[in-house]
Structures are given as structure tokens and as C-alpha cells.
């Protein structure tokens, strides 16, 4: 679907496209192209990704962090936008896991920052 809307990018009238973990398999180098390709598309369109690649959320304008969880027996979903800090750390989460390093921070920040260099 991602290769079908970058082809027809320009001519779709679609106005938001939704991807819900369409990097599902896919990791390093082919993960980059696909977080390129859909910044790409913002171009075009409203998009929405939801991911858990930091190759993916690294390219975000705006990076909205969803949570999950049980509040007296319901679920609950609570979705807050990050700022420039907060878009850093999660995209550092994402790289490092558990464990947050400097290099972790600094990998996280090259990438935003490359990011915001393709615009």
C-alpha cells in the first residue's frame, strides 16, 4: 500500500492516509526508505503511522505517543503530543529499549535531525 500511495501521490485526492504498523517485518535500511517514503507523502496527505520504529517516528513533524491502561478495571487510551524533547527521548526509547545512554540520546537526535534536513 505504501509503494501504491507514493506512486500515486501527487494525483490521489485522498486528503489522510492511515498506517498502522505498515513497517511490520522490516527493519534498518529498508525501515529508513519507508520512514522517507512517508514523509514524502506528507507532502500530499494528512499522514498517520503508527510504529514502533525509531527509522519511522525519527521523520514525524508531529509525534503523538499513545498509551494503554487499565483504570479500575477499563481500558483507557491516552494519547499526548510530544514536544521536541519528548519526540527525542521516545525515539531514543525506541533505539536503546531499556537503557538510555548518551550515544543512545545523541544516535536519536541525528536521526531527527537528518530528518529535518530532507524536507
Do not use: N, W
Not at 57 to 81: E, N, P, Y
Not at 82 to 101: K, N, S, Y
Amino acid at each position: 500500500m505504501l509503494a501504491m500511495k507514493s506512486v500515486l501521490a501527487d494525483t490521489d485526492h485522498v486528503p489522510i492516509l492511515i498506517f498502522d504498523e505498515v513497517d511490520a517485518g522490516v527493519g534498518g535500511a529498508v525501515a529508513a526508505v519507508m520512514g522517507r517514503r512517508l514523509k514524502t507523502l506528507s507532502r500530499y496527505h494528512q499522514v498517520f503511522c503508527i510504529t514502533h520504529l525509531p527509522q519511522i517516528a525519527s521523520q514525524a513533524d508531529v509525534h503523538l505517543f499513545i498509551q494503554k491502561k487499565v483504570v479500575k478495571g477499563r481500558t483507557v487510551t491516552q494519547v499526548r503530543r510530544l514536544d521536541e524533547a519528548g519526540h527525542e527521548a521516545e525515539v531514543a526509547r525506541m533505539l536503546g529499549g531499556t537503557e538510555i545512554t548518551k550515544a543512545v540520546r545523541d544516535t536519536a537526535a541525528e536521526m531527527i535531525e537528518a530528518a529535518q534536513r530532507s524536507k
